[in-house]
T-cell receptor
Framework: DAKTTQPPSMDCAEGRAANLPCNHS???????VYWYRQIHSQGPQYIIH???NNETNEMASLIITEDRKSSTLILPHATLRDTAVYYC??????????????FGKGTHLIIQP | DSGVTQTPKHLITATGQRVTLRCSPR?????VYWYQQSLDQGLQFLIQ???????AKGNILERFSAQQFPDLHSELNLSSLELGDSALYFC??????????????FGPGTRLTVL
């Protein structure tokens, strides 16, 4: 069963902020929201994760709504190298590597020059 | 470069054959995961090993098996290959239990083509 819903594709102009939405209305209290991306057939790459507070790192920001039913990944200044498929994943974190990741279809983000 | 290595990069074989894919995790990572990515099924988790023991199973076929060796490298064995097994196979590793991020680091993948 799909735990997350994402738009299949989005465009964004280079230099602008890219805002990628994700719905996870059935998320449990102990599940985190993770974001990974995959650049054209390369191995997926971890971006960021959060539980209920907004998070920011060197790559992106993650905004999670108060009811935790949806979130938005923000790439503040998108570059052409950010063109990729972005996956939103909800999962329990148990340390040392929990079960395998369940990838949906993700959002294909295309950065336009 | 994630620090996870996979060999070979490409593999072409025939139906009915058997192949072995190899993965070396990042230094110090105890968990190894295998994933399959095909055009029709997307990215699917196959199996996880932690410090030599099988820990979780996903959508792994009975024709497929894996193991993790004492030096922590892992091998994925695919037998009685079918055309539908053609896919990208990724290995990932993750840090020790005390890691807060619990992220997985993916290798570059092995592209398997079954003719």
């Amino acid at each position: 069963d799909a735990k997350t819903t994402q738009p299949p594709s989005m465009d964004c102009a280079e230099g602008r902020a890219a805002n990628l939405p994700c719905n996870h209305s059935t998320i449990s209290g102990n599940e985190y929201v993770y974001w990974y991306r995959q650049i054209h057939s390369q191995g997926p790459q971890y971006i960021i994760h959060g539980l209920k507070n907004n998070e920011t790192n060197e790559m992106a920001s993650l905004i999670i709504t108060e009811d935790r039913k949806s979130s938005t990944l923000i790439l503040p200044h998108a570059t052409l190298r950010d063109t990729a498929v972005y996956y939103c994943i909800v999962r329990v974190v148990s340390g040392g590597g929990a079960d395998g990741l369940t990838f949906g279809k993700g959002t294909h983000l295309i950065i336009q020059p | 470069d994630s620090g996870v290595t996979q060999t070979p990069k490409h593999l072409i074989t025939a139906t009915g054959q058997r192949v072995t894919l190899r993965c070396s995790p990042r230094s110090g990572d105890l968990s190894v995961y295998w994933y399959q990515q095909s055009l029709d099924q997307g990215l699917q988790f196959l199996i996880q090993y932690y410090n030599g023991e099988e820990r979780a199973k996903g959508n792994i076929l009975e024709r497929f098996s894996a193991q993790q060796f004492p030096d922590l490298h892992s091998e994925l064995n695919l037998s009685s290959l079918e055309l539908g097994d053609s896919a990208l196979y990724f290995c990932a590793s993750s840090p020790r239990r005390e890691s807060r991020r619990d992220e997985q680091f993916f290798g570059p993948g092995t592209r398997l083509t079954v003719l």
